[in-house]
């Protein structure tokens, strides 16, 4: 296996962990502390990815045609997910009164519903595939940092320094399309360049993971309860601190994990993460519509019951995964696969 190749199969794996995590946090109450802990760095770690695999010797300068292919890898899947699922719901949940145990999705007004697909989180609780919030918000982020670093590197390193630093801490005026989180992950792009350039991942040590241990559990304990969806950032060093410390943290311990099939399946999550963000709120609300019209457990209850979050989350993503396994050459599905 070449490095190359070895790369490639842990960070599957990462974000394999990262969108387990994420199904989870969405099926476990949110006063729960493992839903608290989860929050500190499972959507920091997707940013500092993108930073990662981010090629600037390719796109540094080509700045239209990276737009391009970000519009085509994740806006794309946006919009596509957005308006297919629309009339969808319109008609099961809006008009049928189904599928309202998750986010309540009857109760969302249609007009509302709909004016939120081109305005993004701005209004989260009307978007009614709320959790794609995350793909708007990272393609500006990328388009960001490098029209940052083609605009201000060549002038003076500082200067783009200077830039993302002040990007990152200098916007709280909630904008459309998660622009303004895109300004927050600034840090987490820059952070991702550096840890790849710097070989950062590999000279971790087993001291230095118990220091990352610390930092998370210090962030964990002392930093309020993180949401980039809605904003809550709490602390800005904290913020950072759990994010960055949270997502070394998981590269590492992906490292090395290199064989076997947990490690097999846990990276087809990873290269499916698009697929399974897309349809787990979908599976998750018509399973919580099964369980409420057959068992006596009450809704408020389904985010607190360890068998039903269990089975919300396994169900969540292992019928995306067959889905994507048999049906992903399809065209539409096509776009939500790798």
């Given at each position: 296996?070449?490095?190359?190749?070895?790369?490639?199969?842990?960070?599957?794996f990462?974000?394999?962990?990262?969108?387990?995590?994420?199904?989870?946090?969405?099926?476990?109450?949110?006063?729960?502390p493992l839903?608290?802990?989860?929050?500190?760095?499972?959507?920091?770690?997707?940013?500092?990815?993108?930073?990662?695999?981010?090629?600037?010797?390719?796109?540094?300068?080509?700045?239209?045609?990276?737009?391009?292919?970000?519009?085509?890898?994740?806006l794309?899947?946006?919009?596509?997910a957005?308006?297919?699922?629309?009339?969808?719901?319109?008609?099961?949940?809006?008009?049928?009164g189904?599928?309202?145990?998750?986010?309540?999705?009857?109760?969302?007004?249609?007009?509302?519903?709909?004016?939120?697909?081109?305005?993004?989180?701005n209004?989260?609780?009307?978007?009614?595939?709320?959790?794609?919030?995350?793909?708007?918000?990272?393609?500006?982020?990328?388009?960001?940092?490098?029209?940052?670093?083609?605009?201000?590197?060549?002038?003076d390193?500082?200067?783009?320094?200077?830039?993302?630093?002040?990007?990152s801490?200098?916007?709280?005026?909630?904008?459309?399309?998660?622009?303004?989180?895109?300004?927050?992950?600034?840090?987490?792009?820059?952070?991702?360049?550096?840890?790849?350039?710097?070989?950062?991942?590999?000279?971790?040590?087993?001291?230095?993971?118990?220091?990352?241990?610390?930092?998370?559990?210090?962030?964990?304990?002392?930093?309020?309860?993180?949401?980039?969806?809605?904003?809550?950032?709490?602390?800005?060093?904290?913020?950072?601190?759990?994010?960055?410390?949270?997502?070394?943290?998981?590269?590492?311990?992906?490292?090395?994990?290199?064989?076997?099939?947990?490690?097999?399946?846990?990276?087809?999550?990873?290269?499916?993460?698009?697929?399974?963000?897309?349809?787990?709120?979908?599976?998750?609300?018509?399973?919580?519509?099964?369980?409420?019209?057959?068992?006596?457990?009450?809704?408020?209850?389904?985010?607190?019951?360890?068998?039903?979050?269990?089975?919300?989350?396994?169900t969540?993503?292992?019928?995306?995964?067959?889905?994507?396994?048999?049906?992903?050459?399809?065209?539409?599905?096509?776009?939500?696969?790798?």
């Amino acid at each position: 296996m070449t490095e190359q190749a070895a790369r490639i199969d842990w960070i599957d794996f990462a974000k394999g962990v990262a969108i387990i995590l994420v199904v989870l946090g969405h099926a476990i109450d949110g006063l729960n502390p493992l839903c608290k802990f989860i929050y500190v760095f499972h959507m920091p770690f997707f940013f500092v990815t993108a930073g990662f695999l981010l090629n600037l010797n390719k796109w540094g300068g080509v700045y239209k045609s990276f737009e391009m292919k970000l519009v085509k890898r994740l806006l794309l899947p946006y919009y596509l997910a957005e308006l297919l699922w629309y009339p969808i719901w319109f008609i099961v949940c809006h008009k049928a009164g189904h599928l309202q145990y998750l986010w309540y999705w009857c109760k969302i007004d249609p007009l509302d519903a709909f004016a939120a697909i081109f305005i993004g989180n701005n209004n989260e609780s009307d978007l009614i595939l709320g959790q794609l919030w995350f793909l708007p918000a990272l393609l500006f982020a990328e388009i960001i940092f490098v029209a940052l670093y083609n605009r201000l590197k060549k002038i003076d390193w500082k200067i783009f320094l200077a830039a993302i630093f002040f990007a990152s801490i200098g916007f709280n005026v909630m904008l459309p399309m998660g622009i303004d989180i895109a300004f927050v992950s600034q840090i987490f792009i820059l952070a991702g360049i550096l840890i790849r350039k710097n070989n950062f991942v590999d000279k971790i040590s087993l001291i230095s993971c118990v220091v990352l241990m610390l930092m998370v559990a210090f962030a964990f304990c002392f930093n309020g309860h993180v949401s980039m969806t809605f904003r809550r950032y709490g602390d800005p060093i904290l913020f950072y601190m759990g994010g960055l410390s949270g997502t070394m943290l998981l590269m590492k311990i992906s490292t090395l994990m290199t064989r076997g099939k947990i490690f097999s399946l846990i990276s087809s999550c990873g290269r499916q993460s698009m697929m399974i963000l897309v349809l787990h709120p979908i599976i998750a609300n018509v399973l919580y519509e099964i369980i409420a019209r057959t068992t006596n457990f009450a809704p408020e209850d389904f985010f607190k019951e360890p068998s039903i979050i269990l089975a919300v989350t396994m169900t969540s993503i292992l019928i995306p995964l067959f889905i994507a396994r048999r049906f992903g050459k399809l065209p539409v599905l096509r776009v939500f696969c790798t």
